[in-house]
């Protein structure tokens, strides 16, 4: 069973920093596209990042270009979001998801982890 954990979240001021992690099991990342999602208190859920399993290439979203950076360690079957800078706006529920198929929809998702930006 496909199973996806996230952890890294906390509290932190302005301009510090956080790295989630996204640990995979029952699959491995060679062959998935992960992203991560965030969602604040009354607004939609935003894409932030994502690498994709073809080539590896990365893409963000432009509220956390410079400032954020995803990575992956095959051999811990983990998926990383660095996050830097970081500003109250960045305040949300973070996730992660896998799919296997460029072009369809996220069908494995994780719970969570809560990032709170305040001084």
């Known amino acids: 069973q496909m199973q996806l954990v996230e952890s890294g979240g906390g509290l932190v001021q302005p301009g510090g920093s956080l790295r989630l992690s996204c640990s995979a099991s029952?699959?491995?990342?060679?062959?998935?596209?992960i992203a991560w999602f965030r969602q604040a208190p009354g607004k939609e859920r935003e894409g932030v990042s994502c690498?994709?399993?073809?080539?590896?290439?990365?893409y963000y979203t432009d509220s956390v270009k410079g400032r954020f950076t995803i990575s992956r360690d095959f051999a811990k079957n983990t998926v990383y979001l660095d996050l830097k800078s970081l500003k109250p706006e960045d305040t949300a529920l973070y996730s992660c998801?896998?799919?296997?198929?460029?072009?369809?929809?996220?069908?494995?998702w994780g719970q969570g982890t809560q990032v709170t930006v305040s001084s």
């Open positions: 690498i994709r399993s073809t080539d590896g290439s990365t």
């Open positions: 029952g699959f491995t990342l060679d062959f998935y596209t």
């Open positions: 998801a896998a799919k296997k198929t460029p072009g369809a929809a996220y069908d494995s």
